[in-house]
């Protein structure tokens, strides 16, 4: 019996088409966000994903300000960091964090949902992040992307 063999679809980078997208994360809870900003990014969303090319599209983030963390974690959530001497180690709850860079907490949320090499670097550099609720990408044209499962209700 033959087999009739199927090659294997593999984007070439003129192939891929990369759109913005803007995401307004208030009141959104901050995993949830993280995880569909990181999808995006990957290009997971797309027909012609590939775990090993970045794929992906560009992401803004406005109002990271206003990101909120449930059942309490920002005061018991632990944010470490390393200078790279001894006895250099530093450590701040997200709260503390999200106060100081609320930029910073979101990136890094978004960071941890990606891969962990130089592909997962490559494709947090198409993020944008911004306290605010104004960006300097207009001329980009940024869709409007919906994550509504990601906000939060008070119960």
Known sequence: MKVARVPTYTPKASEIQRAWYVVDAEGMVLGRLAS????ILRGKHKPIFSPHIDTGDHVIVVNADKVVLTAGKADRKVIWRHSGYPGGIRSETFAQLHRRKP?????????????????????LTKLKVYAGPTHPHAAQKPQPL???HARHRPA
């Open 36 to 39: 569909e900003v990181a999808r």
């Open 103 to 123: 930029e910073e907490a979101v990136r890094r949320a978004v960071r941890g949902m990606l891969p962990k090499n130089r592909l997962g670097r490559r494709q």
């Open 146 to 148: 919906e994550v509504a």
